[in-house]
């Protein structure tokens, strides 16, 4: 069972005032948007069509849990469509900032491939949860420790087509 966090409208105005905050921030830059498979796929597609400057898109995998759980495993990045981002002014997204431990190696990853500046965007942030000092320069939402699905995110693959945000209760 679903039981609605964030309903699709409220994300999609906090969204719409995230893109006016990035357009505001990188007129005249090179920015690269380099969104974290699989999560942030939703908002991707909603964030980058409410920003009005030139800007490139560019994928990279990476994936910590492992089937039906909700606990982080390994982290495994797949870079095979990583983008140039030499010169480029990189913001990477992601769906959720939990223990922080993604965003915190693809930003080390960015800076290795010779990113000019490389900054975060997350549509949510759960509380408690971190475990690794990084704060995202842009944030949707801060959602309390409750295991969280729709608009991209997923438990064991499913539920990223839900259109809100919504906690996922397990008991039968
Ligand atoms: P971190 O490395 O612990 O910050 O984990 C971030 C990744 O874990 C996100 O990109 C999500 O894919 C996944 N994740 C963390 N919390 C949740 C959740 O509540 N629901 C679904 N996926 C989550
Ligand atoms: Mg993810």
Known sequence: MVEILIPEAEIHARVAELGRQIEADYQGKPLTIVAILTGSLILLADLIRTIQIPLRVALIQASSYKGATTT???LIINESFA???SGRDVLLLDDILDTGHTLATLVR??????????RTAVLLQKVGRQEVKIEPDYRGFTIPDKFVVGYGLDYDDD???LPYVG?????P
């Open 72 to 74: 982080a495993g390994v």
């Open 83 to 85: 983008p140039d981002v």
């Open 109 to 118: 990853r960015m800076a290795d491939r010779g990113a000019l500046s490389v």
């Open 159 to 161: 539920y990223r087509h």
């Open 167 to 171: 906690v996922l209760n397990l008991e």
